[in-house]
C-alpha cells in the first residue's frame, strides 16, 4: 500500500472502533476480510496505527499467554521476543520508527505483524498450553456482536453444549 487515501483513514477509524468493542488490544486488516499490511493495537490508552510494519530488530526472548479475536475463548502460551524495533508507515503514511517496544506492546507488534503475515499465535504455540478461557467465553457474545458490526461474521453459531 503506497497511497493512505481516505478509504483508508475510514477503514483505520472503523477498525479501531472494533478493536474498542471487543474489547482488544489490536486489530489486523486481514481479521476483518480485508488484505492489506495494516493494523492497528492499543496499550494503555494510546493507539498505535501501522501499515507495512517490519520487524527490524527483536531481542530477548518470553513465554506470554496470549488471545485472539479471530480464536475466541481460548488462550495459549508463545514464545515471543521481549523487544522489537519496527518500522512501518503511520495513518498519514508517514515513516515511523518504533524503538524497543517492550511489555505488552511489544507482544502486541508481533501478534498484529503475524496476522498480516497469515499467521495466528496458535502456530505458534507452547504445546499443551492451548486452553478454554472461562472469562473469554463469557465475553463471546459481545465479541460476536462485535464482530458481526464489523461485517466479518460468518454466522458461527455452534451446537456446542456448555460443560
Ligand atoms: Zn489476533
Given amino acids: 500500500m503506497s497511497q493512505v487515501d481516505r478509504t ?19 486489530l489486523a486488516a486481514p481479521q476483518i476480510g480485508v488484505p492489506l499490511r495494516l493494523a492497528v493495537i492499543e496499550v494503555e490508552d ?3 496505527v501501522i501499515i507495512n ?3 527490524v530488530k527483536s531481542s530477548g526472548e ?7 479475536l479471530s480464536v475466541p475463548g481460548f488462550w495459549g502460551r508463545v514464545n515471543r521476543a521481549e523487544r522489537v524495533s519496527v518500522k512501518a508507515l503511520d495513518r498519514n503514511g508517514k515513516e515511523q520508527r518504533i524503538r524497543d517496544a517492550e511489555g505488552l506492546f511489544a507482544q502486541a507488534l508481533q501478534h498484529e ?4 503475515d497469515g499467521r495466528l499465535y496458535v502456530d505458534r504455540l507452547i504445546p499443551e498450553t492451548f486452553q ?7 465475553r463471546e457474545a ?7 458490526a ?3 461474521i460468518v454466522e458461527d453459531e455452534d451446537d456446542e453444549a456448555p460443560d
Fill in 62 to 68: 518470553v513465554d506470554l499467554d496470549e488471545g485472539c
Fill in 8 to 26: 483508508i483513514q475510514k477503514l483505520i477509524d472503523d477498525m479501531i472502533e472494533t478493536m474498542e468493542k471487543a474489547p482488544g488490544v489490536g
Fill in 142 to 148: 459481545d465479541v460476536r456482536a462485535a464482530r458481526r
Fill in 113 to 116: 505483524i503475524d496476522h498480516l
Fill in 132 to 138: 478454554r478461557s472461562e472469562p473469554l467465553r463469557k
Fill in 53 to 55: 510494519p517490519e520487524i
Fill in 150 to 152: 464489523a461485517g466479518e
Fill in 46 to 48: 494510546k493507539i498505535t
